[in-house]
Every structure is written in C-alpha cells, then in structure tokens.
C-alpha cells in the first residue's frame, strides 16, 4: 500500500452525538461522491467545498442508509492537499460502521492515527511542528494551553525558526563564496562580523526559546500532583475542595491518561493533573500492598507532591513515614483542618519540615485554599515565563533540536574566536542548520515521523 492510497475513518468522537462525520481523502473521492451520494432533488451536480443535502444509499441494494450532509473538496485546497470527502450523518455506532463499511468497500482502506495530518505534512501544506501543533490544539486543557498551541500551529515558532534559519543559511552562503572563490574580490567574511551575528543574535535566541520548554511541557502536558498522608487526614476532602473551584472544563482526552483515577484543574492556566492515591502506609496485606505499589508508581512520576497533615493533631510515626517516601520530591506540606486548631503556631511544624513550604487549609471549610493555589503553581512557574505570554518549545523533541543546534554554533563561536578556519566555520553551521531541519521536518527520519503521527487519534 502507498502512501498515495485513498484513506477514511471516522472523524468525530466515538458515543452518541448529535453529527458524525467519516472523512475520507485521496483519488476516490470523487468515486465514492457519485457511487454512494444521491442528492436530493434532480439536480445531482456537486461542486466542490459546497454542502449537499441527500442519502447515502447501498449501491448494490438501492437502500437508504441515512440522510446526509456531504461535502467533496477537490486538491488543492483541503486539509490534506488531497481530495477529500466529509460525509456527516446521524452519529451513532452502526450509521457511522455502515457508511464507513461502504466507504470502505469501494477502494479505499482505513486510515492510521493521524494519517490525514500526515499526508498535510507530506504534502507541504504544514511543517512538522505546525502538524505536532494540531495534537496540542486538541488535547489542550486551558484557555492558556490552547493560546500556545494555537499559535504554533498558526506558525508562530515556525517563523521564529526560518528567521533564526536565514541568519545561519546566509552567513553560511557567505562562508562557502569566500571559500570557493578565495583569489576573487568578494566581501570576506570577517570574524568580527560572524562573531556578533551568532553570538548576539542567534545564541540567545535559541537560549530563549529553550528555557521556554519546562513551562512549555507543564502547560502542555499539565502538572502531576499527588496528594499524599496518612489515612483520615483530609486527602479526599482537599481534593474535592479544589476540583469544586477549578475543575478543568476539558476533561482529559480519551487515551492520554494513564493514571487511572486522575482530575484536571486549571490553576492559572495550567493544568494541574491530580491524581488520587490510596492511603500510603505500611500493610502486611496482599492486596493493599499492591495498591500501595501502584501508589509509589504515581508517586514516583509526579512533579509535586501536596503532603497533608491533620494539625489538629500531633504528627504521627506514620505521618513520618508517609513523609519519609516522598521527600525528594518538590512537595507542599498542607497543614489541614486549620478549623479546629485555628490560632496554633505553625512553628512546630516548620521546625519538622524545615526547607519546606507549609500552607494551612481547611478543606472542609475551604479555607487557604487560594493560598495553596498560589504556592501550586510558583513551584513550577518561572517569572516571566507565565503561560502565554510568549513562543513556547512544548516537545523534548524540539528541545533537544535546539540543543544540538545551540553546541554548533556556540562551537562555531569557540573556533572563529581561536582563528578557526573557514572550512570550519562552514561545517559548524552546516551542523547547526541541520538541527534546526530536524525540528521542522525536513530532514526527520521515518520512525521520528511515525512516532509522532501515531500520537494522534484516528480521523485527525
Ligand atoms: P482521607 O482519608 O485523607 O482522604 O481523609 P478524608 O478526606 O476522608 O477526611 C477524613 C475526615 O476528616 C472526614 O470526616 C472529613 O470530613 C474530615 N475533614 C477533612 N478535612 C477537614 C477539615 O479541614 N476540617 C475538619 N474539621 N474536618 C476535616
């Protein structure tokens, strides 16, 4: 099968709905349009990027399978860069199998998990981390979130890409004249002028952008926070309490969840991932120690723990040894129940959990709660890197591009200044440039682009 094969699935979320759309593209569009869409009235013409009301029926029977919307675009100008075929029915399972079945029948073959957006890709219509884009837009769960994506897939950090790419390319160009034609009276290409392009106006550019990434991933990716302590301390009651101001209003997309029991709030645009666990303590029985591996998992993989303890009472061994577990993690010690021990000193406390945060709460009365909101988000939020409120790297991937292309040229930087040749400075942006089409997706190996299509859910 070639990549040139027509493709079709569905395009909306599985479940009742009100619309479902099966989206099709490739060559057979136009005879799947004539083979399976009878327009209503006489009038059976179609014109393309046009909605036309009709029935799908089964060519071999003649029987109606539903009533339609249907809209054939013609290549160009479509997602794909393909022809490409929307059919929009009733959304049910068996409308939706069946008209996919026919669809299906006539030619054309399943398509992969973001095997359109690929074929965008393939096709020139968008650049690898515009396409990487279109994940992130549907899978954003913040306003915040969303900004971020959305501008990259309207190009924002493509463009910043191509200009830190022109300055590279042509000092290159530059390099490589005076190389090939060193007798000529072209312009050499001083090193008090590459010095300063690359130094002051590349390098902190990728600097930039690079330290964007660890508010760039939480944002994307959201927070992982556990809530941890002893049995009976208000674990449950605090969780509630949160997720009753701030849920989330997306909840998680199917599949990107692998926690199972996980909630979503939005703290200041970024969403914070909760994930429930059950009461850490030391058990001698089976299955509650499994649990209780599964807990350490989670434990293990979030970037914040909030420790709750009941102030309302002494600390426990076990209070102790829940803290024991989770130390090394960046952690908020929440002093809960502050409603029966209002007006104690915090002091004891501090003395026990020295380099550690301390927010008192009730979460039975919602107090502090702003408070711990506040210090939730300033564990992870850099000043000045507060979501949205720049061009944003939300992929290792992308990172580790920059990476490779910032050692270049802060190598190219190191040799021109040790009165390094031209040969050198040329294969030193060479390499940088390389880098830098890796991201975009010029030059990305296969398996690279296969693991980022796959990320995507099917009929995107
Ligand atoms: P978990 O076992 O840690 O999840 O604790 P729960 O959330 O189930 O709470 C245990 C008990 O403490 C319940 O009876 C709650 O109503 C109570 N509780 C939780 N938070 C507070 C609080 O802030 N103040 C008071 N007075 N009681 C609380």
Not at 126 to 144: H, N, S, W
Not at 290 to 312: G, H, N, P, W
């Amino acid at each position: 099968m070639s990549d040139s094969d027509s493709i079709a699935a569905v395009a909306t979320p599985p479940g009742e709905g009100a619309i479902g759309i099966v989206r099709v593209s490739g060559d057979r569009c136009g005879y799947l349009t004539a083979r399976l869409f009878r327009r209503s009235g006489r009038d059976q013409t179609i014109e393309s990027h046009r909605l036309h009301y009709g029935y799908i029926v089964d060519p071999d029977t003649g029987e109606r399978i539903d009533e339609v919307l249907l809209a054939l675009m013609r290549a160009p100008r479509t997602y794909t860069r393909e022809d490409v075929l929307e059919i929009q029915c009733h959304s049910g399972r068996a409308v939706l199998e069946r008209i996919l079945g026919l669809v299906l029948d006539n030619g054309v073959r399943p398509a992969e998990p973001g095997e359109f957006t690929k074929r965008a890709f393939l096709n020139g219509r968008l650049d690898l981390a515009r396409a990487e884009a279109v994940i992130d837009v549907v899978k954003a769960q913040t306003r915040e979130a969303l900004a971020v994506s959305s501008s990259q897939l309207q190009g924002a950090l493509s463009e910043k890409l191509e200009i830190l790419r022109t300055h590279l390319a042509h000092l290159k160009a530059r390099v490589e004249v005076a190389i090939d034609f060193p007798e000529d009276d072209v312009e050499i290409l001083a090193p008090e002028e590459a010095i300063p392009i690359l130094e002051e106006t590349v390098l902190p550019e990728l600097v930039r952008l690079m330290e964007s990434f660890e508010s760039g991933r939480l944002l994307r990716d959201g927070i992982k926070v556990v809530i941890v302590g002893r049995p009976n301390v208000g674990k449950s009651s605090l969780l509630n309490a949160l997720l009753q101001q701030n849920r989330a209003i997306v909840t998680p997309y199917p599949g990107t969840t692998r926690d199972s029991v996980e909630e979503v709030i939005n703290l200041s645009g970024v969403p914070m991932r909760i994930i429930d666990t059950a009461g850490l303590r030391d058990t001698d029985d089976e299955i509650e120690r499994m649990s209780l591996e599964t807990t350490k998992d989670r434990i293990q993989r979030a970037d914040l723990a909030l420790f709750v303890v009941d102030y309302s009472e002494n600390l426990t061994p076990e209070d102790q040894s829940v803290f024991r577990q989770i130390q090394a993690k960046p952690l908020i010690v929440v002093a809960n129940k502050q409603d029966l021990w209002n007006g104690a000193s915090l002091d004891p406390l501090k003395r026990v959990f020295e380099d550690h945060r301390i927010v008192p709460v009730s979460a039975l009365e919602s107090t502090g709660l702003d408070e711990l909101k506040k210090s939730m988000v300033e564990e992870f939020v850099r000043p000045g890197l507060e979501p949205g409120s720049q061009i944003m790297l939300t992929r290792f991937r992308h990172k580790e591009a920059l990476e490779r292309c910032s050692e270049h040229v802060a190598e190219a930087v190191a040799n021109l200044k040790q009165g390094g040749g031209l040969d050198m400075l040329a294969a030193d942006i060479g390499w940088a440039l390389k880098a830098l089409d890796v991201l975009t997706g010029e030059t990305t190996p296969e398996e690279v682009l296969d693991r980022i299509f796959s990320q995507f859910c099917i009929g995107k």
